[in-house]
């Protein structure tokens, strides 16, 4: 049976760079993200507040279409990836939603839950915000080029919030800033035995080592 990992991040970290590294290099199955295909999304980076919802209810639907797909199997391959945590919908579902919007959202949500498979772990990219905007701007995608430090910073927060009660599976955190596996191959390289110690249980000397939720200081008297 194929081990499903996910590669999760900001936008522009580099999460669908380093998917489609494991496709040609481990022959992983790929289950991207569907972005390109929102009709809303465009929109949504214009007007937030009267697009958020059909922009979330599009993700989810296609999210959950592509998470049934995974049930289907491949005999052709020992590896799924993909570029997003089905409970990272929520996320951003948290971030744009509100009141009846977002009370409708959790019942559809809620009704698709349990059929969704966990990963072995996930790996989050994560780099500081000015190399991510700089990122954004080298990419020049048009609906990207709105998007604002203040808008990451608060995606980011999100994300470590979810890190901290998430208990599906293992998250390793990567910072993208300091390993460049696209134009890099000995950073390539890094970084696919980092994943191939994590995939076989036996983590490369200086792997990150999951993240743990920080610990509550508590006052004494």
Request: charged share 25%.
């Amino acid at each position: 049976m194929a081990q499903f990992i996910v590669i999760e991040g900001l936008i522009g970290v580099g999460k669908t760079s380093l998917c489609r590294i494991l496709e040609k290099e481990r022959q992983a199955r790929l289950v991207l993200e569907p972005c390109d295909d929102n009709p809303f999304l465009a929109s949504f980076y214009a007007d937030a507040d009267r697009y958020a919802f059909p922009t979330q209810m599009f993700y989810l639907a296609s999210r959950f279409s592509q998470q049934m797909n995974l049930k289907q199997g491949d005999l052709f391959s020992d590896l799924i990836v993909s570029d997003y945590l089905w409970e990272k919908d929520r996320l951003f579902a948290e971030q744009t939603l509100a009141g009846h919007e977002m009370a409708l959202y959790d019942r559809f949500s809620g009704l698709l839950q349990g059929a969704i498979t966990p990963p072995e772990f996930v790996i989050f990219l994560d780099s500081p915000t000015d190399v991510v905007m700089s990122r954004i701007e080298r990419r020049a995608i048009e609906a990207e080029q709105v998007i604002e430090a203040d808008y990451l910073d608060s995606l980011r927060e999100r994300y470590y919030s979810l890190w901290n009660r998430y208990t599906q599976a293992p998250v390793y955190v990567v910072d993208t800033s300091r390993i460049h596996y696209v134009d890099d191959m000995s950073h390539r390289q890094t970084m696919l035995e980092l994943i191939d110690g994590w995939l076989r249980g036996e983590p490369v000397a200086g792997a990150p080592r999951a993240y743990q939720p920080p610990t509550r200081q508590v006052a004494m008297f």
